[in-house]
C-alpha cells in the first residue's frame, strides 16, 4: 500500500493523507480568524 501525502505551499511542509493528517492541514491551511473558531 503506498503512502500518499497531502502538500502545501512549502516544498518540505507536508500531511499524511489519513484523519490527523487532514484535520493538521486544515489546520495549517486556516487563517487566524478560522483557528479561534476551531479553539
Known amino acids: 500500500m503506498?503512502?500518499?501525502y497531502l502538500t502545501t505551499a512549502y516544498p518540505?511542509?507536508?500531511f499524511e493523507d489519513n484523519k490527523v493528517?487532514?484535520?493538521?492541514k486544515r489546520l495549517w491551511d486556516a487563517s487566524e480568524e478560522e483557528?479561534?473558531?476551531?479553539?
Not at 35 to 39: E, P
Request: hydrophobic share 45%; aromatic share 6%.
Open 21 to 24: 493528517g487532514r484535520l493538521k
Open 12 to 14: 518540505n511542509i507536508f
Open 35 to 39: 483557528i479561534q473558531a476551531i479553539l
Open 2 to 4: 503506498q503512502e500518499k
